[in-house]
């Protein structure tokens, strides 16, 4: 019977992971991309709402996260499959230990813009993440309109085609 019981825990503790994996577009999220503080991998502040930075693709992750390293080479592919479209894609590190994220950088080789929160746990409140990773669709007015929580691969053209979808981007048009 305990057996059972812990069976049936485990099973509805997966349903509940799977079901927040796929959450798209969270009532939760801020309505508007909210006022972070970052600085990039050379220790420059990094801007938000710089030129160029939207429509965007932001993914929260860290360093500790197994999950988030795991997409970070997919990120990369999604950023090569969106640069046509004018769709900037963004990791936004909550590590507090930088040097540990431009190591990361480094060894793996990521091109996308990798800033790091300034204040970590104030930037996961602003965004109202509370697990990583988290990606955030952001359009070019600087609304979150969508979300995908937990680990993905971004890799692939059908991945590239949703992103377009949430943010209404026709692909090859070069915004």
Not at 14 to 31: H, N, Q, R
Not at 33 to 42: E, G, H, V
Not at 103 to 123: D, H, S, V
Request: hydrophobic share 45%; aromatic share 6%.
């Amino acid at each position: 019977m305990l057996l059972r019981l812990h069976q049936a825990a485990k099973l509805a503790l997966a349903s509940l992971v799977l079901l927040a994996s796929f959450e798209l577009g969270a009532a939760s999220a801020p309505a508007v991309m909210p006022p972070l503080t970052a600085i990039n991998l050379d220790g420059k502040p990094f801007r938000f709402d710089a030129p160029g930075l939207r429509p965007a693709v932001i993914n929260v992750w860290a360093t500790w996260c197994p999950p988030c390293r795991n997409e970070m080479a997919s990120l990369q592919q999604l950023a090569a499959h969106l640069k046509q479209d004018g769709i900037a894609v963004v990791a936004l590190s909550v590590d507090t230990d930088h040097n540990l994220v431009r190591e990361f950088a480094l060894k793996y080789g990521i091109k996308i813009p990798t800033p790091i929160a300034t204040t970590p746990r104030q930037a996961m409140s602003a965004l109202d993440v509370s697990a990583l990773p988290v990606t955030l669709y952001v359009d070019a007015d600087g609304r979150i309109v969508g979300r995908n929580i937990g680990q993905r691969d971004w890799s692939d053209e059908a991945s590239a085609q949703e992103v377009r979808r949430t943010l209404s981007i026709p692909r090859g048009s070069g915004r």
